[in-house]
Structure formats: C-alpha cells, structure tokens
C-alpha cells in the first residue's frame, strides 16, 4: 500500500488534472507572495493513514526551505506540501494511479524532500524572495575607452577627480591623480597593439578641361556606387581638380555576398583608380589617405570645405555650407562607414538594493 502522505490530496475525480493544476498553481503563487506560507498553509483533504511496511510516516513538524530570501525572511514548505508538487499522475480517470517518477513512491518521504531542496527553486519561491525584499543586481555596460587619453578620463571620471579612492582586483587602493596616471602608464604597457579600422579616404582627381557639377556627380555615382562621399571642383587654368572624401565601405556586396570595401594596399586602390579613369577619362589620381572612424570623416569634410568657406556637394545630392553642416554630415555615416576600433577596457556598473 502505497503511503497515504505521498499522494494525500490527490482528486480521483474525472476533471481535468492540467486545470486543477493551473489553478493551484496561482493560488500558491498569491499565498507565498503574500508571506503566507507557513505550516498552516498545508491542506490535506483526509487525515494521514498509517503509513505502510519500510515507509516511514511523514513529520509534522515544518522544514525550512533551503532556498531562503537573501533579506533573511523565511520561507516554510511543510513535507506535505513538497510532496503534493513532486506527484504527477498520468493515467486517466478510473484507470489507477502512475505516477510520473515512480521512484519517488518507494523512497522515504525524508529523501524526497531532500532531492526536492537540492532543486532549482520554483517560480513561486523566486516571486515570493523578490516580495520580501530580496534584490536581483542590475548589470549595465556602460561604455568602452581605448587610448590613454580616454582611458585616463574614463578613471578621472569614476574617481571624482582623484579625491575616491578606486579599489583594484588584488585588494590594493588607487587614490590621486598622480596614482591613476600611473595606472593608466602601466595598462597602456600592455595594452594590444591592433589598429583602428582605416574608414574614410580623401583623394584629388586632376582632369583636362572644364568639369560640370552635374557631369561630376555622374560620374562619381558610377565609380563610387554604395559608398558615401562628397565632393568639390576648383579649376586650375585649363584643367580641374575634383577632390574628393568617401567612405571605405560600400554598401554593395560581391558575388560571395561579402560587403565591399577600399583597403589601404595597392590591389585595392588600383582597382579604384582603375574604376576613376573609366568614369574620368585621362584623369590623374592622387590619394592623400585614409583616417578612422567619424572624427576623421569630420576632418576630412571641413578640410574639403575650408573650415566651411567652399560649398561641398555630398552624394545625395546635398549641399554642405558651413562647419556645423560639414560635422553633421559625418555623422550621418557613422553607420555606413562600419568602423572598428581597439576596446581596452569598458565601464560596468552594477545596481542593487540594500534593505536597513
């Protein structure tokens, strides 16, 4: 005979035991959220019968959970109760009993209870911890730095300018400002060495003849398909000087799918100025670089535009007048440009609650 504290309070009943489970489920979770889960929350529908040979009877007293709150409340699951959420019939109705994990019938209730602790905690128990105050951290990855410059802002920053004190991973203490300097110095030691990516190139196309706006805007859009660019003419006597600033990465893809970019060798260059001279007939290509990421954009576009005195025509057709039209136009490429950079160290900060 199977031990009436195994199976107390199971429903014999011909309803669906998935709905009743449902039900129960909600009911727990609003009990234990509520702090209510103590000894009087165990309800068996018929008194415990004696127990069988070789199965001991289950105490009455209530074991406290293993799987506690951080906050120090206490949670109490009583025997009767861990054992009703460790059955799971699934014969149907007037068909008999079978239980899920049948071993579980012929070990001591203690044991069961045991292996039920060891368990990963329930929705219910985890509901409960957070309802009595216990605090899940919060990670956030703030930012990256690279560059000693950066690096040492970045501990300045966290510092207050050197007044607190900054705890390192071996216990010891770095206060000042001449302390962090130092620190930043020994990191940068052995800080990698990888270069930034190489993302905007400017170059001068020196034509023969007279160069429209429109016949350049042409013939750049042939040559420069899926990169970013702008442009400006100036003339030289009988000849004209197109100067150019474009972003290395092009948004059209090979036939291996690859997305096509302008690298700083000479395979890749020459295919450019071979592409230049097809739309350009005669012209005479002179690269003069390539700088990272937005900033450098930036620098090149006010470079081109003479601090904003030249008008610049971008290839969208856009017309740039002005320093601020110049910066705000790198940065519309930031995404285009698909820049990488060293990241030597990043700034995390955790949050949690602390309950008085």
Not at 59 to 67: D, E, G, I, K, N
Not at 338 to 346: G, P, Y
């Amino acid at each position: 005979m199977i031990a009436a504290g195994v199976f107390d309070g199971l429903d014999f009943a011909a309803r669906s035991f998935r709905l009743l489970a449902r039900r129960e489920a909600f009911r727990e979770a609003n009990e234990v959220a509520a702090g209510l889960y103590d000894e009087a929350s165990a309800r068996s529908s018929t008194k415990p019968q004696s127990p069988s040979r070789g199965v001991p009877a289950a105490s009455t007293a209530p074991r406290l959970a293993s799987y506690l709150p951080a906050s120090g409340s206490r949670i109490v699951v009583t025997p009767e109760e861990e054992e009703r959420r460790r059955r799971r019939p699934v014969a149907p109705a007037g068909a008999g009993i079978v239980a899920a994990r049948p071993v579980l019938a012929l070990q001591s209730v203690g044991a069961v209870q045991e292996a039920y602790a060891a368990e990963v905690r329930s929705v219910e128990v985890k509901r409960a911890a957070l309802a009595m105050g216990s605090q899940a951290a919060v990670v956030k990855l703030a930012s990256f730095a690279n560059g000693r410059a950066r690096v040492s802002a970045l501990l300045t920053y966290q510092s207050h300018d050197g007044e607190e004190a900054l705890e390192r991973q071996d216990g010891s203490y770095v206060q000042g400002r001449e302390a962090i300097q130092a620190l930043v110095a020994r990191w940068q030691e052995d800080a990698p060495t990888r270069e930034p990516s190489k993302d905007v190139l400017s170059f001068t196309l020196t034509i023969d003849g007279e160069v429209s706006q429109k016949d350049a805007q042409a013939a750049l859009a042939e040559a420069l398909a899926g990169h970013r660019y702008a442009f400006r003419i100036e003339e030289e006597g009988a000849s004209s000087r197109l100067h150019v600033v474009m972003s290395a990465a092009s948004s059209q893809r090979d036939e291996q799918g690859r997305a096509g970019r302008i690298y700083d060798n000479k395979k890749s260059l020459g295919a450019l100025e071979s592409r230049l001279s097809d739309s350009f007939e005669g012209a005479t290509f002179q690269s003069h670089g390539f700088l990272h990421g937005v900033e450098g954009a930036s620098v090149r576009l006010l470079r081109l535009s003479g601090k904003g005195k030249q008008t610049v025509i971008t290839s969208k057709g856009k017309v740039l007048t002005g320093e601020e039209a110049a910066r705000s136009e790198a940065k519309s490429w930031r995404r285009e440009l698909r820049s990488t950079s060293q990241r030597e160290v990043a700034h995390i900060i955790f949050f949690s609650q602390t309950r008085h």
